[in-house]
Nanobody, 130 residues
Framework: EVQLMESGGGLVQAGGSLRLSCVAS?????????????MGWFRQAPGKEREAISC????????YYAASVKCRFTISRDSAKNSVILQMNGLKPEDTAVYYC??????????????????WGQGTQVTVSL
């Protein structure tokens, strides 16, 4: 069973940066490598629905961002470490949320759709203060 573990959350002042990491493990099927995953980052703020913020696709590593984080956040893949990184710069109080990474081996149609992803981490808290 594939497992995802996020890390790197914490408390930061507005304008600061954080680097989230999501490490994947438990690949029991030798047909698949980490590069075969499409990886996504989602977040859920208190009282709000979980929203998609970024995605990196399998095979060609195409990247996608929500308008709210574009030009501030960068997603990347480190295949040597089976991890996906979310570099967050210029953080704002409205970025405060629990951040989740998600993964799928499938070719997906809509990276915003949570149901497209099969595996989820437990989440890491990001709090941005004024």
């Amino acid at each position: 069973e594939v497992q995802l573990m996020e890390s790197g959350g914490g408390l930061v002042q507005a304008g600061g940066s954080l680097r989230l990491s999501c490490v994947a493990s438990g690949f029991t099927d030798s047909r698949f490598k980490f590069e075969d995953f499409t990886m996504g980052w989602f977040r859920q703020a208190p009282g709000k629905e979980r929203e998609a913020i970024s995605c990196i696709e399998m095979f060609d590593d195409s990247t996608y961002y929500a308008a709210s984080v574009k030009c501030r956040f960068t997603i990347s893949r480190d295949s040597a470490k089976n991890s996906v990184i979310l570099q967050m710069n210029g953080l704002k109080p409205e970025d405060t949320a629990v951040y989740y990474c998600a993964a799928t081996f499938k070719v997906i149609a809509d990276w915003h759709d949570q149901s497209e992803f099969d595996y989820w981490g437990q989440g890491t808290q990001v709090t941005v203060s004024l």
